[in-house]
């Protein structure tokens, strides 16, 4: 939770209330407060840059999202290095820093290092760190002092950095689940779709020239010739930018040799369950709604494979102590409903762990939505965790022709 909240802070997510950013802001100030009541008074002017410092140090760490954390971090560290080198160029003052400061500074060093762009980072990153060491130099004997707040700022920094890593590594690979998508769908898209514009063309291919058949005595009006000729030119313009946008998502990963494959059938799915119950466990059942087969089209059935396929992984990974797994297909009004649902007991800790290094449910998501439909997830009540994936329902009304 910690973790989430410091999170929610570098990234001045929009989930902090208005409550709990004056709470933030009241608890920098009264640190503010207390170093400028418990430590040794200061003259005027010295006190009126101490304790100024400190209070934009502390309003600029309140994560806003009307203000930029770059703006914020940058008028910080002016702020921090102005009232510093102030301090440098005068006469010695014992208790001229306090807390309130440099914890607000530490507060911005993180979130500008951890989710602050390149640019930020490079330029705030060690102006911030540096301006958090400087701050005992402004006591008579800074010495402990700097060697502590040192310290604290370099493992600040490093478990800062750190994050940032972390975080730029799952955006690669979140990349590479979505090429990994592509190259899925665009294979779909060319043995499927593909497969049934090009019947299209070879059909009014054949039935314009049937019906300019002489010796087949065919008389066809010439505005239905020529219909037939618009739809025959159609659908070649069709075939032909589908065929380019299935090359423009198979070059997502140059390089790689593209490799064709039958797409995934309900029996391919049949298969895996069987599979999955032989070895990992005790009790899965599938259940399919009768006559449901015969309604799905080839790319449905695909997605179909592949939702399972990434739910009984997650199950594995996750919920190895799962006893019963039940999976169902079935027609709700005009869409599909696919329900995977377990009775791991660890199932509750799912989300946490999928988000900080699993992608199954980030691949079932992204395989709904291009389908046109949506995927819920999360635990039951009594324990256990549920797939709900409901993909648009479009009955194939005509067979597929014979090429």
Request: charged residues 20%; hydrophobic residues 45%; proline residues 6%.
């Amino acid at each position: 939770m910690l973790l989430k909240r410091l999170s929610d802070w570098g990234a001045d997510h929009p989930s902090w209330s208005t409550a709990q950013k004056c709470a933030v802001a009241a608890f920098l100030l009264s640190l503010t407060v207390l170093d400028d009541v418990l430590l040794e008074r200061l003259p005027p002017l010295q006190n009126a840059f101490a304790v100024g410092s400190a209070v934009v140090a502390g309003l600029c760490a309140v994560p806003l999202e009307s203000v930029s954390r770059t703006i914020r971090a940058g008028i910080a560290v002016v702020a921090s290095w102005t009232t510093t080198l102030f301090f440098l160029a005068g006469d010695d003052a014992a208790g001229a820093w306090g807390v309130g400061e440099l914890v607000a500074l530490l507060l911005l060093l993180v979130g500008t290092v951890w989710r602050g762009s390149d640019h930020a980072a490079a330029i705030l990153g060690p102006p911030l760190a540096v301006a958090c060491i400087a701050i005992p130099a402004r006591d008579s004997d800074p010495h402990e002092w700097t060697l502590a707040i040192t310290l604290i700022t370099v493992i600040v920094a490093a478990f800062s950095l750190l994050l940032r890593t972390q975080s730029e590594q799952r955006v690669r690979d979140l990349d590479a689940l979505r090429a990994a998508e592509r190259r899925e769908l665009a294979r779909e898209l060319h043995d499927v779709v593909a497969h049934h514009v090009t019947g299209i063309v070879v059909q009014t291919k054949a039935a314009r020239f049937a019906a300019q058949d002489p010796e087949e005595g065919a008389c066809v009006p010439q505005e239905t010739s020529a219909m037939l000729e618009r739809i025959e030119r159609e659908a070649t313009e069709a075939l032909g930018a589908m065929r380019r946008l299935v090359a423009v998502m198979r070059r997502a990963d140059p390089g790689r040799p593209v490799t064709t494959a039958p797409v995934a059938s309900l029996a391919d799915t049949r298969k895996l369950v069987a599979d999955f119950a032989g070895g990992d466990c005790p009790d899965i059942s599938l259940f399919i709604e009768p006559g449901i087969e015969d309604l799905l089209p080839p790319d449905v059935t695909a997605g179909v494979h592949r939702i399972v396929r990434e739910a009984l992984t997650n199950v594995r990974k996750h919920a190895a102590d799962a006893r019963h797994v039940r999976i169902t297909l079935t027609t709700v009004d005009s869409d599909l409903e696919l329900k995977i649902v377990d009775d791991g007991r660890n199932a509750a800790a799912l989300p946490e762990r999928a988000r900080g290094g699993g992608f199954g449910i980030e691949g079932m998501r992204e395989r709904a939505a291009a389908m046109g439909g949506s995927l819920r997830t999360g635990p039951l009540p009594g324990g256990g965790w549920q797939n709900v994936a409901v993909l648009p329902l479009r009955p194939a009304t005509t067979p597929r022709p014979a090429l």
